[in-house]
């Protein structure tokens, strides 16, 4: 629910209409735009939204219960995010001994939490199923709140004594595979046991299994700021091999997911040399940090064809304020426009500073967190597009539509990420009816509710700079 302290003043209200009234008598908008929403043009169904649990259900599964009750309900809860695809990280782990790396390495860029714990600190020991309890403590109460989580697990380098380098973050050639050639087959076990112990010890199973992160890229370097480890493509489809044939011995029914690759030109690549290992997997990830709307669409065109789920599974990006919020909103649009995944999953739920790449700001020692701005414009389309809608075919880059499975739901969201007010009319050629119910999150507004009406089946918005509307119509049909 909309608590008061996230609703619209009187004052401000009038000043916005103030302005509104302003700008229509001068015509100064950054955008007019007339745009048709047909219910019918159909295209991707959603499967869901989500995030990765790395590396802040680590240091958050040490909080209070409470606290932990109220993170996850937030993230979750239909009337909150309303998330239900989480990414469980299998941490490799360093060597204790810093006989390879500097000591704390990753704090010198993405802090102590990035220091995510192994299961197996050496080769001949045995497996330490409490070193990584407080991620698992979180993804339980995920588990408890939404029953219908679905959840991936993914390692972004294998233990420091399967690499090349002796250090979890990289080779010293960072743009060279770090995972010794005599380690594949034990990487590959690795992975299966962790996945199989969820299975016996907590009932749950990961629906995929992703071995990789970002692996063609070439920053994860020896003593880096995070686990990493490159993988050539020609690497990825020895390890694909191994661990699908190990995963089919397993009794789970887990299946692969590849291959994660930071940007869609990477995925391109990826994709055209993975060859017959594509039968080996079970859904095709990207993570869209770098993409054009053309490499969105070839990738989309080639997994389609591959008949392969798609998944963008990892996306954030810097900026200042509101309008750095805005901004990566439409990279969410132009992803669930032109590479039409059936998932789509934050990068980072929780930061210790910022209000870019997190959804919630909080502090890990202190135990401290509030949800800053990006959250609710997260919300204005996570909320309300559900899992089992269809998106729509739009031809407007400012604007997603999404349609309920039983065709009696209406959800459009549109944006302007320009220092101007913009106008946008919506032509809906099905009956709805005439009351449409209209959220807003701007510089002054938090998911503030509204009312609309619709006129000969045409609705008209107005936005104020840096600023989303979801609109919400119910269909007589």
């Given at each position: 629910?909309?608590?008061?302290?996230?609703?619209?003043?009187?004052?401000?209200?009038?000043?916005?209409?103030?302005?509104?009234?302003?700008?229509?008598?001068?015509?100064?908008?950054?955008?007019?735009?007339?745009?048709?929403?047909?219910?019918?043009?159909?295209?991707?169904?959603?499967?869901?939204?989500?995030?990765?649990?790395?590396?802040?259900?680590?240091?958050?599964?040490?909080?209070?219960?409470?606290?932990?009750?109220?993170?996850?309900?937030?993230?979750?809860?239909?009337?909150?995010?309303?998330?239900?695809?989480?990414?469980?990280?299998?941490?490799g782990g360093d060597d204790p001994q810093n006989r390879n790396c500097e000591l704390h390495h990753m704090?010198?860029?993405?802090?102590?939490?990035?220091?995510?714990?192994?299961?197996?600190?050496?080769?001949?020991?045995?497996?330490?199923?409490?070193?990584?309890s407080s991620q698992v403590k979180i993804m339980l109460k995920i588990r408890e709140k939404r029953p219908?989580?679905?959840?991936?697990?993914?390692?972004?380098?294998?233990?420091?004594?399967?690499?090349?380098?002796?250090?979890?973050?990289?080779?010293?050639?960072?743009?060279?595979?770090?995972?010794?050639?005599?380690?594949?087959?034990?990487?590959?076990?690795?992975?299966?046991?962790?996945?199989?112990?969820?299975?016996?010890?907590?009932?749950?199973?990961?629906?995929?299994?992703?071995?990789?992160?970002?692996?063609?890229?070439?920053?994860?370097?020896?003593?880096?700021?995070?686990?990493?480890?490159?993988?050539?493509?020609?690497?990825?489809?020895?390890?694909?091999?191994?661990?699908?044939?190990?995963?089919?011995?397993?009794?789970?029914?887990?299946?692969?997911?590849?291959?994660?690759?930071?940007?869609?030109?990477?995925?391109?690549?990826?994709?055209?040399?993975?060859?017959?290992?594509?039968?080996?997997?079970?859904?095709?990830?990207?993570?869209?940090?770098?993409?054009?709307?053309?490499?969105?669409?070839?990738?989309?065109?080639?997994?389609?064809?591959?008949?392969?789920?798609?998944?963008?599974?990892?996306?954030?990006?810097?900026?200042?304020?509101?309008?750095?919020?805005?901004?990566?909103?439409?990279?969410?649009?132009?992803?669930?426009?032109?590479?039409?995944?059936?998932?789509?999953?934050?990068?980072?739920?929780?930061?210790?500073?910022?209000?870019?790449?997190?959804?919630?700001?909080?502090?890990?020692?202190?135990?401290?967190?509030?949800?800053?701005?990006?959250?609710?414009?997260?919300?204005?389309?996570?909320?309300?597009?559900?899992?089992?809608?269809?998106?729509?075919?739009?031809?407007?880059?400012?604007?997603?539509?999404?349609?309920?499975?039983?065709?009696?739901?209406?959800?459009?969201?549109?944006?302007?990420?320009?220092?101007?007010?913009?106008?946008?009319?919506?032509?809906?050629?099905?009956?709805?009816?005439?009351?449409?119910?209209?959220?807003?999150?701007?510089?002054?507004?938090?998911?503030?509710?509204?009312?609309?009406?619709?006129?000969?089946?045409?609705?008209?918005?107005?936005?104020?700079?840096?600023?989303?509307?979801?609109?919400?119509?119910?269909?007589?049909?």
């Amino acid at each position: 629910m909309i608590k008061k302290n996230e609703e619209c003043s009187g004052n401000m209200k009038k000043i916005v209409v103030t302005l509104l009234l302003i700008c229509f008598s001068q015509n100064i908008f950054a955008q007019s735009a007339q745009v048709v929403v047909n219910p019918e043009n159909k295209a991707q169904q959603l499967e869901g939204w989500g995030v990765s649990l790395c590396w802040w259900a680590n240091s958050c599964g040490k909080m209070s219960d409470e606290q932990i009750d109220v993170l996850v309900d937030w993230l979750t809860s239909p009337e909150g995010l309303n998330y239900n695809l989480f990414r469980y990280n299998i941490g490799g782990g360093d060597d204790p001994q810093n006989r390879n790396c500097e000591l704390h390495h990753m704090a010198k860029g993405k802090g102590l939490r990035a220091e995510m714990p192994g299961f197996k600190l050496y080769p001949e020991s045995a497996y330490d199923w409490s070193a990584d309890s407080s991620q698992v403590k979180i993804m339980l109460k995920i588990r408890e709140k939404r029953p219908d989580a679905i959840f991936e697990a993914f390692s972004n380098s294998a233990p420091w004594w399967m690499t090349i380098s002796g250090c979890c973050a990289g080779n010293k050639d960072a743009g060279t595979d770090n995972l010794h050639p005599k380690y594949y087959d034990a990487f590959a076990q690795y992975l299966v046991d962790v996945c199989q112990h969820m299975k016996l010890q907590y009932g749950i199973e990961f629906r995929t299994l992703e071995p990789f992160n970002e692996s063609l890229s070439n920053y994860w370097g020896q003593s880096g700021s995070q686990e990493g480890c490159h993988f050539d493509v020609a690497t990825q489809v020895k390890v694909i091999d191994i661990l699908h044939k190990k995963l089919q011995k397993s009794g789970l029914k887990t299946v692969i997911s590849a291959s994660d690759e930071t940007s869609t030109a990477h995925a391109l690549t990826a994709f055209d040399g993975y060859g017959k290992a594509l039968k080996q997997i079970g859904q095709w990830n990207v993570h869209t940090y770098g993409a054009t709307n053309q490499e969105r669409q070839e990738l989309y065109n080639k997994v389609k064809a591959a008949n392969l789920p798609l998944w963008m599974s990892e996306s954030g990006s810097g900026g200042n304020g509101i309008a750095g919020n805005i901004n990566m909103l439409q990279r969410l649009f132009d992803d669930m426009r032109y590479l039409q995944p059936i998932g789509w999953c934050d990068w980072q739920y929780i930061e210790e500073k910022g209000d870019q790449w997190n959804l919630v700001l909080g502090n890990y020692k202190e135990q401290w967190f509030k949800r800053v701005k990006n959250y609710y414009v997260r919300q204005q389309v996570t909320r309300f597009i559900k899992s089992g809608y269809s998106f729509l075919q739009v031809d407007n880059d400012q604007t997603l539509a999404a349609i309920s499975p039983d065709d009696k739901t209406l959800v459009i969201v549109c944006l302007n990420n320009t220092e101007e007010f913009a106008k946008m009319k919506y032509q809906i050629p099905v009956a709805v009816r005439d009351m449409v119910r209209i959220y807003t999150t701007s510089v002054s507004e938090d998911l503030c509710p509204s009312l609309g009406v619709v006129v000969d089946n045409e609705i008209e918005v107005s936005l104020p700079p840096h600023a989303v509307k979801t609109m919400v119509f119910s269909i007589d049909n």
